[in-house]
């Protein structure tokens, strides 16, 4: 953890809620304390800190154990090109019926919507095999079934590393791979 960073504990969402309110602008991010149930201290649950932080147009990342009934998870500023899962999404559209939104979450989001982060990771979402990958699949014996096969949660860390491709050349590297290690019955090994 950067010695920079400050360390703050809301015992309540309306304590977090303040914090952000006075400190989203100056500062860029924040080690928020949690606590376990069984610590029998006050504490807020990470969703209930998503939530307001999403109204300010922050976001939760890396989370670090302190002992076993203390962590710390790190929120800071979203990115403009940071992309936006389909949870957080769902949580902003019940934010904002809600009148909880604050000006810079409605503008990190309309930033998303016009460079294409808020829906670049859908097809990814909705499981959606891209058409060159379908193919490479389809070449090796016992590819596609294998792929299909996998759980969910790989298919999608399967499909964001396609996605996440910046070339042409890397994107087919990867699935080519991928296609190869399915007719394997293995999967990639970032996984």
Same mark, same amino acid.
């Given at each position: 953890?950067?010695?920079?960073?400050?360390?703050?504990?809301?015992?309540?969402?309306?304590?977090?809620?303040?914090?952000? &309110?006075?400190?989203?602008?100056?500062?860029?991010?924040?080690?928020?304390?949690?606590? *376990? /149930?069984?610590? =029998?201290?006050? %504490? +807020?649950?990470?969703?209930?800190?998503?939530?307001?932080?999403?109204?300010?147009?922050?976001?939760?990342?890396?989370?670090?154990?302190?002992?076993?009934?203390?962590?710390?998870?790190?929120?800071?500023?979203?990115?403009?090109?940071?992309?936006?899962?389909?949870?957080?999404?769902?949580?902003?559209?019940?934010?904002? &019926?809600?009148?909880?939104?604050?000006?810079?979450?409605?503008?990190?989001?309309?930033? *998303? /919507?016009?460079? =294409?982060?808020? %829906? +670049?990771?859908?097809?990814?979402?909705?499981?959606?095999?891209?058409?060159?990958?379908?193919?490479?699949?389809?070449?090796?014996?016992?590819?596609?079934?294998?792929?299909?096969?996998?759980?969910?949660?790989?298919?999608?860390?399967?499909?964001?590393?396609?996605?996440?491709?910046?070339?042409?050349?890397?994107?087919?590297?990867?699935?080519?791979?991928?296609?190869?290690?399915?007719?394997?019955?293995?999967?990639? /090994?970032?996984?």
């Amino acid at each position: 953890m950067s010695k920079d960073t400050p360390v703050f504990y809301p015992e309540t969402m309306t304590a977090w809620r303040k914090w952000l &309110d006075k400190n989203h602008l100056s500062e860029q991010a924040v080690w928020l304390v949690f606590h *376990a /149930k069984k610590s =029998g201290r006050k %504490t +807020i649950t990470w969703s209930e800190a998503v939530d307001v932080a999403l109204c300010y147009g922050w976001i939760d990342s890396k989370k670090v154990k302190v002992d076993e009934h203390t962590a710390h998870q790190f929120f800071s500023k979203r990115k403009a090109k940071s992309t936006w899962s389909k949870i957080n999404k769902e949580k902003v559209d019940r934010l904002i &019926d809600a009148g909880l939104m604050k000006p810079a979450g409605h503008a990190i989001i309309e930033i *998303a /919507k016009q460079n =294409g982060s808020w %829906t +670049i990771l859908d097809d990814i979402e909705d499981l959606i095999i891209p058409d060159d990958l379908e193919a490479a699949l389809k070449q090796h014996k016992g590819a596609m079934d294998y792929f299909m096969g996998l759980s969910k949660s790989i298919k999608k860390m399967m499909l964001y590393r396609i996605k996440a491709a910046r070339q042409a050349a890397t994107r087919e590297k990867r699935i080519n791979e991928m296609a190869t290690l399915a007719a394997e019955q293995k999967k990639p /090994k970032s996984f």
